[in-house]
């Protein structure tokens, strides 16, 4: 299977511990996003990794959320300090270089579903 | 109020049916639109996605957008009962070309 790959599937945290999540993108993908989803909602974005450089970071990633992809491949989302209100579907998405996917065309994973208690 | 806003459904077809989905939006930066569809407990898996105003098909899809008035739509011909699942609308802005905005899905079941 070639597609994007998210480890791992569901966590189940306490609140106020830390977790990671990781994200391994499609090869040749140097284009790398995080969401995230909460039920019957679609996906809000999170954050958008260029290779190793984070371009754009939204609103919504607060100080204790935090990425990096450090050689341009895979990449790990980690939240510091877990609430309730961060369980969610984190997904990763990733897409070609923008000169081989004009139209922004995302593939995403299969998501990591968070539970904190 | 959203940038993008999705008919919630749920929407429910007997098996054969025409289904339409629709979405609008409010952005008019909006240049690139796609559709996704999302299994339960699944990430959503790209269907379509287009440019310009006017249609585009694939075998039994159809993507319309019209930007004049801010709404897209999907059309789905012959539905089958593997196509129940939820449908997201989803678009971007040619300046970041980064981020999508999705629409909270609607939620399809085609009944056999």
């Known amino acids: 299977d070639t597609g994007v790959s998210q480890d791992p599937r569901h966590k189940i945290t306490k609140r106020g511990q830390n977790v990671t999540f990781r994200c391994d993108p499609i090869?040749?993908?140097?284009?790398l996003y995080w969401y995230r989803q909460t039920l019957g909602q679609g996906p809000e974005f999170l954050t958008y990794?260029?290779?190793?450089?984070?371009?754009?970071k939204s609103r919504l990633l607060s100080d204790r959320f935090s990425a990096e992809r450090p050689k341009g491949s895979f990449s790990t989302l980690e939240i510091q300090r877990t609430e309730q209100g961060d369980s969610a579907m984190y997904l990763c998405?990733?897409?070609?270089?923008?000169?081989?996917?004009?139209?922004?065309?995302?593939?995403f994973g299969p998501g990591t579903r968070l539970t904190v208690l | 109020q959203k940038e993008v806003e999705q008919d919630p459904g749920p929407l429910s077809v007997p098996e054969g049916a025409i289904v339409s989905l629709n979405c609008t939006y409010s952005?008019?930066?909006?240049?690139?639109f796609m559709w996704y569809r999302q299994y339960s407990r699944k990430g959503p898996e790209l269907l379509m996605y287009?440019?310009?105003?006017g249609n585009k098909e694939d075998g039994r899809f159809t993507a319309q957008v019209d930007k004049s008035s801010k709404y897209i739509s999907l059309f789905i011909r012959d539905s089958q009962p593997s196509d129940s699942a939820t449908y997201l609308c989803?678009?971007?802005?040619?300046?970041?070309?980064?981020?999508?905005?999705f629409g909270s899905g609607t939620q399809l079941t085609v009944l056999p």
């Open positions: 090869s040749e993908h140097n284009r």
């Open positions: 989803a678009m971007s802005a040619p300046v970041s070309a980064r981020q999508l905005t």
């Open positions: 990794f260029q290779n190793e450089a984070q371009l754009e």
């Open positions: 287009t440019y310009s105003s």
């Open positions: 952005n008019s930066a909006f240049q690139y």
């Open positions: 998405a990733s897409s070609l270089p923008i000169d081989r996917a004009p139209y922004n065309e995302q593939f």
